[in-house]
């Protein structure tokens, strides 16, 4: 800057002055030496003057300051960073992005270079471009900078400093509080494409490897072996079959793509430290129905790592569903409650992962890696014997629970337990935990606890767990609303404290909350001996296919591990932009049909977002005023868009749940009447509630097949709802047990049997849901998934060929020449590159590979 630039300070016009040593510019004199950076500034009146007769045209500029001010860059606010001197004088710095000042501070329009300038502390440890140092164009880029931002800025300081009389707060001399500013507008996640040096070769083997695939079966249909007919053509057939499977499975995964969020862009636009937290509320679903066969204690070190979780815990509500209705889900829930209130606050304490404690003792690791409380071993010690005194407390439940009495289980005030029956008994719900549920051994809050069983009486059909599952939506909604559900099994736990979290990085967003219908982590198990066969079985389907399916339309829904957007769990359509939509959509409205004679609307999605015919102003509006007494606060605007008919024929007959169903961002008022909630929530989950309604058509999650996860995520990917897949560094959800062969077979031929179930139903994907906006490669995707069984019967017919072929002491192939034994041999080496190749991209090892191809077998 001394020897090519202006030489002077851009903001106070006094020249840089010499460091002794340094080499001399034109214009130096002796008097311009300066020991040390300390006495830098501190040079004499008599200096100032030579220096102003030397360059008294620079100085004639500066001198022009007396009579006109400096123009201020911030349209009238002081520049970041002013600095109090012992004058009382403001001087003001060139340090960092420019933003509101102090207004205060400013004494003077303008700022005397003649006075002595106070010595600039610079922050090692931060960017010296923050500090504007170096840069000789700060003034140009500040204006653009300043021309862009202006506007968001305001409303951005405006936000952070409310309550202060609207004046702008200085943000001190770093411009931390617009730094933040400016990271809380940028996105929370973004997509790591996977590199070309790795997706390129993989497209083109996939290409060639079709080509081949093609010569392949042109030669084989067109060279018959005429005295093994019968065989020859079973093997063309199968092999045809294979072929179609192959390409159902292959092109899904032609765009896939890795994602990475960033936790500390979420926690400054939502969740500032002083501050009350914005995210939004969140409720969990644990799922059970056998204690016996679904062990209690599983299940109570899934609820405690959900209470223990890295949320704020007023926006976070756990529901447990006992389907079977037992009194043993029920006791050890009750003694989770009572061992989460020492639990929760010894994992937030000491950062404890995972926070399930059964698994956290069982940690083969070095415990005290990176803790340095002293107090912590000697809690750990406590803890962990609280826990296995709660262990012993949770087996002897379980040991009293094996034998049954006769005239049933009676509860501590001698009442008969209501779900003795566990086919004909009343709903029940008990709260264990939250605002009026007490407090931790500290003092604090808990997450609401919420033991959950659905009315059940003969006659009526229940669903299985996906009526399990829709009783919760509707209970949830009237009891706390989440604008967020995320489903786990009660075997699978929270191995990541902060998953919630990350899942909102994707749900929160703005350019993906409002057209992303759930967030979908990968299964992980825990406790299984590296060398198992079942170990890790699902990392090839989660990382290869479910990643592929990622950079499509997203991944389809497992069952588990899901966090989801309830507003597409009601079955709206997604908010699209313009970008999204193409043109002349024609849509359906959400409630209703069109009526006859009438021209086709185009999409409008204000109007279908809320499934409302606005042409019919005959239609008698759902007012807010017909809520239950006792039940105020929500948002008239919402209320007047419905038709109260035909909302109670979409949704059911509860106005406190269809109230609920307008509040996009959740929650319940707080002149809510717990009572009345309470009372309504049982009415939701009764028997009948669902009788003509479009629960499990086109709410909740979709009846019809025992893997109810497949079809309840294919329906809102035909309705145009995007999926993603999430899958942090420290696995979100594990598995807490494995599975042995026997139970292993029976859940496949379950999945098999419920694929089946789909191929044949309505929904099947090969002719449903063509008129919405399901993309063709996501299409196939869900055909792979319900015609994958029928694989079994090929499959098993070509395998018993060669033992046909030596008995009958024929062959199903032609002697071939050496031309045509290329095709064969191309195509073996062609599957082999194109698993290589997905391995490479996907970063699955090769022994995982190799026990999923295993289990394939079995």
Known sequence: ERKDGTQCCPQCKTRYRRLRGSPRVEGDGDEDDVDDIENEFNYTQGANKGRRQRHGEEFSSSSRHDSQPIPLLTHGHGVSGEIRTPDTQSVRTTSGPLGPGDRNA????????????????????????????????????????????????????????????GEIEGTGSNGEELQMADDSRLPMSRIVPIPPSHLTPYRVVIILRLIILGFFLQYRTTHPVKDAYPLWLTSVICEIWFAFSWLLDQFPKWYPINRETYLDRLAIRYDRDGEPSQLTPVDVFVSTVDPLKEPPLVTANTVLSILAVDYPVDKVACYVSDDGAAMLTFESLSETAEFAKKWVPFCKKFSIEPRAPEFYFAQKIDYLKDKIQPSFVKERRAMKREYEEFKVRINALVAKAQKVPEEGWTMQDGTPWPGNNTRDHPGMIQVFLGHSGGLDTD???????????????????????????????????????GAYLLNVDCDHYFNNSKAIKEAMCFLMDPAYGKKCCYVQFPQRFDGIDLHDRYANRNIVFFDINLKGLDGIQGPVYVGTGCCFNRQALYGYDPVLTEEDLQPNIIVKSCCGSRKKGKKSKKYNYDQQRRGINRSDSNAPLFNMDDIEEGFEGYDDERSILMSLKSVEKRFGQSPVFIAATFMEQGGIPPTTNPATLLKEAIHVISCGYEDKTEWGKEIGWIYGSVTEDILTGFKMHARGWMSIYCNPPRPAFKGSAPINLSDRLNQVLRWALGSIEILLSR??????????????????????????????????????????????????????????????????????????????????????????????VI
Not at 126 to 152: A, F, H, I, T
Not at 444 to 462: A, C, D, T, W
Not at 790 to 795: E, N, Q, R, W
Request: with cysteine.
């Open 763 to 856: 929904h099947c994907p090969i002719w449903y849901g063509y008129t919405g906006r399901l993309r063709l490669l996501e299409r196939l995707a869900y055909i792979n998934t319900i015609v994958y069984p029928i694989t079994a019967l090929p499959l098993i017919a070509y395998c018993i060929l060669p033992a046909f072929c030596l008995i009958t002491d024929k062959f199903i192939i032609p002697e071939i020449s050496n031309y045509a034994s290329i095709w064969f041999i191309l195509l073996f080496i062609s599957i082999a590159v194109t698993g290589i190749l997905e391995l490479r991209w996907s970063g699955v090892s090769i022994e995982d590979w190799w026990r999923n191809e295993q289990f394939w």
């Open 443 to 481: 003092g604090n809050e808990l997450p609401r606890l919420i033991y959950v069983s659905r009315e059940k009486r003969p006659g009526f059909q229940h669903h299985k767990k996906a009526g399990a599952m829709n009783a919760l939506i509707r209970v949830s909604a009237v009891l706390t609303n």
């Open 106 to 165: 400013i004494s003077s329009p303008y700022i005397d270079p003649r006075q002595p300038v106070p010595v600039r502390i610079v922050d090692p440890s931060k960017d010296l471009n923050s500090y504007g140092l170096g840069n000789v164009d700060w003034k140009e880029r500040v204006e653009g900078w300043k021309l862009k931002q202006e506007k968001n800025m305001l409303q951005m300081t405006g936000k952070y400093h409310e309550g202060k009389g």
